[in-house]
């Protein structure tokens, strides 16, 4: 078969490792090309076009139109083969950060360019500014997912069994320890630190470390609205002479910073994936924080021990003000109902803010930045709200703790080698091809069903939706 991948960019991060891992997967047995906006800032394991109107908005992009665009990538198509290609599999797209790409994607359909379609991340998860607000997305295709969530949820919203597809992402084995690498007195969080990573509430757990070790967080980030966020935490963690260090990535070779760290550390409040929860363990390092039930479900169905991470950080409202928080919480919410054209009533949100703050408590998962530095600042205010927070959360008597620690990750590492290798990973993603290839279908997306799903007041996130860091 001839495959055609198209992704926005090839820029270090999630969804370029997943592309580069499926170009390997089948180019022994298959002929891929990739074609994107940007050209890659590596060699790539096959042969790349650059197609400057693929990119995101704001890019430079000099063929502004969808048709131009959609002709440019068959005229690429035609120049590796002759005849044409069997599939085009397209990544993420339903996030508008490029405003022409369904229209450039419709157009491909118009001139029966077979697609298959992948979706990592959805705009109704937070995303907004990402949105097709006035357009429908694709129909008449297959679909592909990362997860059973999100498979259930696209059944749910009008797709079929046999159009859409569960094809969980293949990890990559950490290399062997060094002999010469030594554990340190530091905790990582190996991650560029967007916003949603929500690096709050992995300084505050730095401050019930039992040891004093550093936390250590890797990358910085590159969007302008988590760079300000970003910069807001280096400038509270200096003022309160806090135990991190930023961007140790930058200068240290990642595998040494996670061979030498006593565990790895996840706060994250959304994921698509969740490599996070995998990849520690092939490095023989234990991972401990947050846990995010709607993802580690799969992880778990497949062996993998995942029972001592937490679900929720619980805070004191009474620290924030319970009239404060509700009038920020119910502004953004109305707010992201209002962006994905959705009504909520008043009893509505009265109701979900009941459940959120009952007993007096609320998940620091579901605070911005400023409520999340107000609730650091009283735990180091003294002992006595430290050790409020600390019964509040039993598990920070004891970050990082687990019991029986060698024989949780030699298990976890088995269910993933088991679960997770490229073999069956070649394997789905081959059996997707032939599918998409010999079952046309007739489907389609339903928006308002999609939304309902993402968007909810009982777990609606200030950090996730906010655009107000301070």
Known sequence: MKIVYIHYHLKTGGVTTVLRQQVDAVRDTCEPLVLTGVPSESSFPCAMATIPGLGYDGTDQTESSPENVASSIIQAIHLKWKDG????????????????FL?????????????????????????PAH????????SD??????NSRDYNILLKAGLKKEGLHKLPNTIKLFPARSTYTKTKDYVLYPIRAIRRKNIGEAILLSLFFKNNETLVITLPPNSPKDIESYEGWKDFVKDKNLNVEFDAGLTEKFSELVLSSRFILTTSITEGFGFSFLEPWTARKSLWGRKLPDICDDFERNGIRLTHLYTKLAGPVEWIGEETLLITWEACLRNAFAKFRMNIDEPAIRKAFGKITKNGVVDFGLLNETF?????????????????????????SDPGGVTKEEELIQNN???IRHNYNQTIYKRRLLDVYFRVLEYPVR????????????????????????????
């Open 443 to 470: 489907q389609r997306i339903k928006k308002d069903v999609l939304s309902t799903h993402f968007i909810n007041p009982e777990t609606f996130s200030l950090l996730k939706w906010s655009d107000d860091v301070e």
């Open 372 to 396: 999340q530095k107000i609730v650091i600042s009283h735990v180091l205010a003294g002992q006595a709200q430290h050790n409020q927070l600390a019964r509040l959360n039993p598990f920070l």
């Open 131 to 138: 949105y097709f607000l006035h357009e429908d997305y694709i």
């Open 103 to 127: 229209k450039t994607l419709r157009a491909l359909q118009n001139k029966k360019i077979t697609l298959f379609l992948q979706i990592h991340d959805f705009a109704e998860d937070g995303r």
């Open 85 to 100: 290609c069997d599939i085009v599999h397209v990544h993420n797209p339903t996030l508008a950060k490029n405003k022409n």
């Open 141 to 146: 295709c297959h679909y592909g997912v990362i």
């Open 413 to 415: 590492m088995n269910a």
